[in-house]
């Protein structure tokens, strides 16, 4: 079955400092990996997804993740936070397929110090 | 364009009520995703519906779930005598396809309080 695993429900960097959110994950089957935002009382937004072409994805304001499978890793970052960059961050794996049905980790606060 | 709509933003029940929550996907989308949100349990897939078929129905935590999708578009979601525990907030997302690696469009989510 598969999993993802988000290392750390909450993070505090101070603004214009490197943000790194971590996720690793678990599939039987070469993966499709997304990350989502949320800001509060809003939906998902999707940041940027990993569909097998290159391993390196850049999304949208700023953020990039890198795969590496051979950590099974998925890890976002990005160089210089922004205090709008506050919010709640996703981690999802799916196979894809004839369902592409997303499972979720547990999800990283981000909390962006002035 | 508009995006996924979900009505209503917020729902406050008594237990053992009935209640339904409405999903308005992005036009043209065939493939439409009920998700839960809860404190304890996180994200959860509910069920999925290609057009007014629903394939997956794998995420649904009872038989007091239900859920039906019209003319391949609006969705409905039926929770029967509702419980404290399904109080939560309910995500609706639509996709050109349930195929391959088309992401998800969520919705803004329906905020439900059961009392």
């Known amino acids: 079955a598969q999993s993802v695993t988000q290392l750390g429900s909450h993070v505090s960097v101070s603004e214009g400092a490197l943000v790194l959110l971590r996720c690793n994950y678990s599939?039987?089957?070469?993966?499709?990996l997304f990350w989502y935002v949320q800001y509060p009382n809003q939906g998902l937004q999707l940041l940027l997804k990993?569909?097998?072409?290159?391993?390196l994805v850049k999304g949208i304001n700023g953020f990039e993740a890198e795969f590496k499978k051979s950590e099974t890793s998925f890890h976002l970052t990005k160089p210089s936070a922004h205090m709008s960059d506050a919010a709640e961050y996703f981690c999802a794996v799916s196979e894809g397929g004839a369902t592409n049905k997303l499972i979720f980790g547990t999800g990283t606060l981000l909390a962006v110090q002035p | 364009g508009a995006g996924v709509s979900q009505s209503p933003s917020n729902k406050v029940t008594e237990k053992g009520k009935d209640v339904e929550l409405r999903c308005d996907p992005i036009s043209g989308h065939t493939a439409l995703y009920w998700y839960r949100q809860s404190l304890g349990q996180g994200l959860e897939f509910l069920i999925y519906?290609?057009?007014?078929?629903?394939?997956?129905k794998s995420g649904l935590p009872s038989d007091r779930f239900s859920a039906e999708r019209t003319g391949g578009s609006v969705s409905t979601l039926t929770i029967q005598r509702t419980q404290q525990e399904d109080s939560a907030v309910y995500l609706c997302?639509?996709?050109?396809?349930?195929?391959?690696?088309?992401?998800?469009?969520f919705g803004p989510g329906t905020r439900l309080t059961v009392t």
């Open positions: 599939s039987s089957v070469p993966p499709y």
């Open positions: 997302a639509s996709s050109p396809t349930g195929w391959g690696t088309y992401e998800q469009y």
């Open positions: 990993y569909t097998s072409a290159a391993t």
């Open positions: 519906f290609q057009g007014n078929s629903a394939p997956d």
